[in-house]
Nanobody, 119 residues
Framework: VQLQASGGGLVQAGGSLRLACAAS????????MRWIRQIPGDQRELVAV???????DYADSVDGRFTISRDNAKNTVYLQMNNLKPEDTGVYYC??????????????WGQGTLVTVSS
């Protein structure tokens, strides 16, 4: 199973970006899909999560500005980021809990995509 993240870039404060992460390979089904970010000089932070039923949860720091969604037909998770702030700068990783065709669960990570917000 491979996860490919895309959509990062440089944006001014107040701007928007949309991240995408597509999973491919021997996938039977996907449970939770998560976006996690690594802020420079800080720990990794769970940004948002969407479960198989579509329920979502967000970090307090992004609630109301970011929206996570999923397209099960495409095995893809999205993160719409609006009203970006300089403190949102970091590397954004997707993570999925996947049941493979061998009917075993595993956690898989994307390669990370850099988001830079200038003030």
């Amino acid at each position: 199973v491979q996860l490919q993240a895309s959509g990062g870039g440089l944006v001014q404060a107040g701007g928007s970006l949309r991240l995408a992460c597509a999973a491919s390979g021997t996938i039977f089904k996907i449970d939770e899909m998560r976006w996690i970010r690594q802020i420079p000089g800080d720990q990794r932070e769970l940004v948002a999560v969407v479960n198989a039923g579509g329920s979502t949860d967000y970090a307090d720091s992004v609630d109301g500005r970011f929206t996570i969604s999923r397209d099960n037909a495409k095995n893809t998770v999205y993160l719409q980021m609006n009203n970006l702030k300089p403190e949102d700068t970091g590397v954004y990783y997707c993570k999925m809990r996947v049941m493979t065709l061998k009917l075993s669960w595993g956690d898989f990570w994307g390669q990370g995509t850099l988001v830079t917000v200038s003030s």
